[in-house]
């Protein structure tokens, strides 16, 4: 049986694990328009995601929609695409991303599909009927690890900018254009596996 202790340690774990780096990297890529000033729009971007994530849990422990393993792995990468063009795309020169509400929808509706991958391991852990504090626990542990990943990148954009003094666009373009790749790596390699 397990504890809230147990369902928080292992949404923990399911982001900070290096093995979930399709997590980790739509974490950083979502972030990369962002500065270190922009702090609070950061945190709110990171809550639209895991609220997304959270109403996939649930609907699929309430069986309410299918999984399917093949189609999220290929979701997944996409989302991490589109958000690195968005990135690019939406940049202004003065260094943040133009619309914050876009940017916040689509990491709510990007939440939804991230949480199917999430689904089938939550599902597995539910004990009883009740999976609202199970639910809340584990959401708990994914944004706690989100904002730790969060902290940390955003520790290395501002040595980057204020020690270094690098300029924020092109670190915009590198991490943006540094997860466009790998996730188009991950595609292809779901589209052949």
């Known amino acids: 049986m397990n504890t809230l202790t147990t369902f928080f340690i292992d949404g923990w774990e399911h982001i900070v694990d290096i093995n979930s780096y399709d997590h980790l990297l739509f974490v950083m890529t979502l972030c990369a328009a962002f500065t270190v000033t922009q702090w609070r729009q950061i945190l709110v971007i990171i809550t639209a995601f895991t609220i997304g994530h959270s109403g996939t849990l649930i ?22 695409m589109i958000t690195a063009i968005a990135n690019i795309m939406n940049y202004e020169k003065h260094g943040k991303f133009s619309n914050t509400k876009i ?9 939804l599909i991230h949480g199917l991958a999430f689904a089938s391991n939550f599902k597995v852990m539910l004990f009883g009927d009740s999976i609202i ?18 902290f940390l990148f955003m520790a290395v954009l501002w ?9 924020h666009l092109k670190w ?3 991490v943006s254009g540094a997860g466009f790749g790998i996730a188009a790596t991950i595609l292809l390699s779901a589209m052949n596996g």
């Open 59 to 80: 609907l699929s422990a309430l069986n309410l929609i299918p999984t399917n393993a093949k189609l999220i792995d290929m979701l997944i990468p996409f989302t991490i």
């Open 103 to 111: 940017k916040y929808s689509i990491a709510l509706v990007f939440g």
């Open 133 to 150: 504090l199970p639910l809340f626990a584990f959401n708990i542990g994914i944004e706690v690890g989100q904002l730790f990943i969060v």
């Open 172 to 174: 915009n373009l590198f």
């Open 159 to 167: 040595l980057y900018t204020n020690v270094i003094r690098g300029q």
